[in-house]
T-cell receptor
């Protein structure tokens, strides 16, 4: 596609349910990033992929959060047993390699009720 | 620990003036620094990248400086316009490769 695509754009879920967020990066981009942004706040780094491997998972808030990337392309971020504090916009970005600009998707707005 | 700080949460200026935003970092030796613009409800959009061996970089009305001694980058918008109103973010790549962002400065340009 022409840009980074994230789905769904909005997700409302009940507390305790699992959710899966998807990111389709720009074709050929080896680096992929996940961030979380709460209302009025900055971008909180979650995880970074280079190809299919994740050199840095240090930003994942708890063991309820996990992410994978397959085929060097699509990535999914899974949140298990969602809590209200997980409510935020989850942003995905990709870049051709390290040391280059990142292209962001429009984000998934997650609301846990 | 490694930190990025954008000291001003908000900056209000008059149209036509130059806006100057500051980004400071500690415990880093980044090879480059990036600036992004974010509008409400949208993902950040890349503006400029400056490398450690570049003192200054320009793009139209935008200018970025990078002082590795002071560990600081300045972002300037000259002849500012109300359409420049947005949140501006600086970003650095950590040694592991992940890109981390400052909290941003919300710029408001009044007509």
């Amino acid at each position: 596609g022409a840009g980074v695509s994230q789905s769904p754009s909005n997700k409302v879920t009940e507390k305790g349910k699992d959710v899966e967020l998807r990111c389709d990066p720009i074709s050929g981009h080896t680096a992929l990033y996940w961030y979380r942004q709460s209302l009025g706040q900055g971008l909180e780094f979650l995880i970074y992929f280079q190809g299919n491997s994740a050199p840095d998972k240090s930003g994942l808030p708890s063991d309820r959060f996990s992410a994978e990337r397959t085929g060097g392309s699509v990535s999914t971020l899974t949140i298990q047993r969602t809590q209200q504090e997980d409510s935020a916009v989850y942003l995905c970005a990709s870049s051709p390699d390290r040391n280059t600009e990142a292209f962001f998707g429009q984000g998934t707005r997650l609301t846990v009720v | 620990s490694q930190k990025i700080e954008q000291n001003s949460e908000a900056l209000n200026i008059q149209e036509g003036k130059t806006a100057t935003l500051t980004c400071n970092y500690t415990n880093y030796s980044p090879a480059y620094l990036q600036w992004y613009r974010q509008d409400p409800g949208r993902g950040p959009v890349f503006l400029l990248l400056i490398r450690e061996n570049e003192k200054e970089k320009r793009k139209e009305r935008l200018k970025v400086t990078f002082d590795t001694t002071l560990k600081q980058s300045l972002f300037h918008i000259t002849a500012s316009q109300p359409a420049d109103s947005a949140t501006y973010l600086c970003a650095l790549e950590r040694s592991q490769g992940n890109l981390i962002f400052g909290k941003g400065t919300k710029l408001s340009v009044k007509p």
